[in-house]
């Protein structure tokens, strides 16, 4: 890439910057952008909006997160955003500008130090992609920041102390003995092997489980308790990992379901024919995320290298867990 840009470039650059700004259009995901609440806060006013039909900033205010004075503030600012990208889009309009790309933002190396249990080595039988299907026919836009995603990171810090304990010794080494044998199997075939295997532990609340709303559950906990969908979704990523699968080619995606109208968790395996895997507790079969995309709404998707936001063309909602 040239370090030379011209000046309707720049304006152009300046536009879809705004833009993206502005396609963060509900007071919750705006909040959550300006680190103003956290994404539990977010989960946890949506399902209060879903049941008792008030604003998410009136929620958002009885229960004391954030006050009027913020409120109105951040919908100013969006307010003048909006002003702000009119006038960027006449100077263009006048000036002409050139075509502009919308490229992927790549692996930008933020990781968790949190060992995954390998149980095969390096064959090479992974080339880099370089192409990745945005998943369920949304745009999806990557960050490398993952500090707001303590669940997450957490979890690996969690993972890497309840590997080594003693009561967990004889689920890690059954875990690493059922998945050795696959090692070297093709992906796709890998990856059926993989689901189908961590669908047979039981379903179980994390109320249920741990008396908590939500709990991240390491790879050990889970074949050790079960756990919910995000849980299922961990010891999968976790399995392929451990089988040597690329840290670019899995993705922990939360989704909302609109068949059940509820948030959910799947895993995404990028496989080698260029299209995206879903494994996912619900169904038995690995299917390809283009079967299913009427069924579920991305929100985000993460590994340990980067996230990415989804959005979609009519309406765009922000989600994650702390």
């Known amino acids: 890439m040239g370090t030379e840009r011209t000046e309707a470039g720049r304006y152009t650059g300046v536009l879809s910057a705004i833009k993206a700004r502005l396609e963060r259009n509900r007071v919750g995901e705006l909040l959550l952008y300006y680190g103003l609440i956290t994404p539990v806060d977010l989960r946890e006013t949506l399902a209060l909006q879903k049941s008792t039909g008030q604003p998410v900033g009136h929620i958002l205010i009885q229960k004391g997160l954030i006050s009027g004075v913020m409120l109105r503030r951040i919908l100013m ?12 889009a006449l100077f263009l309009s006048f000036g002409g500008a050139g075509g502009v790309k919308h490229a992927r933002a790549a692996d930008q ?32 836009r990557a960050s490398d920041n993952l500090k707001p995603f303590t669940k997450w990171s957490g979890m690996f810090e969690r993972f890497d102390r309840v590997v080594h304990q003693a009561e967990s010794t004889k689920v890690v080494s059954e875990w690493k003995a059922t998945i050795r044998s696959w090692a070297g199997l093709p992906l796709t075939e890998m990856a059926e092997r993989v689901n189908s295997y961590v669908n047979s532990y039981p379903y179980i609340l994390d109320q249920d489980n741990w008396g908590l709303s ?26 392929l990992r451990a089988l040597d699968v690329p840290e670019e080619r899995l993705r ?33 079969d690995v299917r390809q995320h283009s079967r299913v995309a009427t069924r579920y709404r991305p929100i985000f998707s993460i590994n340990r290298e980067a996230w990415w936001l989804h959005n979609t063309p009519d309406h765009t909602v922000i989600a994650s867990t702390r």
């Not at 609109?258 to 038995?284: C, M």
């Open 77 to 88: 600012r969006q307010w003048m955003l909006r002003g702000l990208a009119g006038l960027v």
């Open 109 to 140: 190396g933020v990781s968790s130090s949190a060992p995954i249990v390998a149980v095969a080595a390096h064959s090479g039988g992974f080339p880099p992609l370089t192409a990745f299907p945005a998943l369920f026919g949304s745009q999806e």
């Open 252 to 284: 922990l995606a939360i989704v909302h379901d609109n068949v059940k109208n509820i948030p959910h968790a799947v895993l995404i395996v990028y496989d080698e024919t260029g299209g995206a895997l879903v494994l996912d507790n619900q169904s038995q």
């Open 214 to 239: 939500d709990y991240w559950e390491s790879p050990p906990e889970f074949f050790m308790r079960g756990g919910d969908c995000e849980d299922f979704a961990i010891a999968k990523y976790a399995s």
